[in-house]
């Protein structure tokens, strides 16, 4: 019987993992599998050795850090000593994971990640830790490839899950009126991100540019949208002071009957590209974090709608240029130049074109399946 561990750090992580290990168990019923995620893994059939919650609030302060290291060398334990995996797959989550896989090194067990980090996007040495440490490494952006390969780095490219994954558009009568809405007004939705931290720096200010774009265009009508992996207690932390509707886990059937987004970067921004819906980026943070980041970027764009097209299609409002005003211009102008707005819709619908139409979590579990056949009887 073969054994596999699953390491997700996130809600859309457990998601992939779910999908990858629902193929293998059709492909392999009596394949084991634990790993850390949540419920979407648990009910593909994986034990859970920790709930990645406990992993989505990791971040600069010292008690974060501190259990975040606990839990790696507590994994890393249980995978040596006592579970001893054929395989272990790393979907994205890369600092944590990248960690845990230089534990594993010399142990015997195979190591794949999939969805690695973004090394083209910044710390390109990040590429050492998975030369060094990674045995196959499972991309989803076709210009991954090359760079993978020049770095000596055995790589398949699996295709972006989202193009399997996304569910169609919703309908849009049905959801205005199972949420209340005016289906006659248009719709602008504000994500403020999954993590805790993107909220604390993102909330107030697009909470504020959407209520002086109601201020100044009554028509309009706004919903907030509440991240299914965030507890309420998080989110009503962050959200207050506003009448705005909130609609929680109907993320995607949200993006695709909105009129115009105001987001936080991320995948999300990639899901609204591929329903084709206008959208202004939204991001601030410390500014540590935002020196940081200016001096290990590799390049200039910051979403991936712009990064997978090489184009200036989508508003990007970082840091200096994160205000209300900006957010609010910008959003005006997807809602009402009708020309710019056709060109922007248009200009989106490159984003799908530029990703294959491979169905992801099938090649992941190819891959996986094609190693664990490796495995002495």
Known sequence: MSKIFIITGEYSGDIHGAKVLEILKQMDPELEAEGIGGENLKNAGAKIFCDHSKMSGFGLNLKMIIDHLILE?????????????????????????????????????????????QVWASRKWRIKGLKKYVDKVLCIFPFEVEMYKKAGIDVHYCGHPLIKQLPPPADKKAFFEKHGLDISRPLVSVFPGSRPIELHFLAKTFI????????????????????????????DKYIKDTDFKIIKGENQALLSVSDTLILASGTV???????????????????????????????????????????DIVPELIQLKFNVDNICYESE??????????????????????????YSAREVALCI???LRKKPI
């Open 73 to 117: 060398k507590r994994v890393a334990d249980y995978l040596l000593n006592s579970y001893k995996p054929d395989l272990v797959l790393l979907i994205d989550y890369g600092t944590f994971n990248l960690r845990v896989a230089k534990r594993l090194k010399n142990s015997g067990i195979k190591v794949f990640h999939y969805i690695p980090p």
């Open 333 to 358: 102008r997807l809602l009402y130049d009708k020309k710019y707005r056709e060109f922007i819709i248009e200009s989106l619908g490159h984003v799908k074109e530029k990703l294959s139409d491979k």
């Open 369 to 371: 399946e094609e190693e």
């Open 269 to 311: 921004a990639l899901e609204a590209a591929l329903y084709q819906v206008p959208m202004v980026i939204g991001y601030g943070g410390p500014w540590i974090l935002y020196l940081a980041y200016l001096i290990f970027r590799c390049i200039k764009k910051v979403s991936l709608p712009n990064i997978i097209t090489d184009e």
């Open 208 to 235: 504020k540019a959407a209520k002086k774009l109601q201020k100044q265009h009554p028509e309009l009508q706004f919903c907030i949208s509440h991240a299914p992996n965030l507890s309420d207690g998080t989110f």
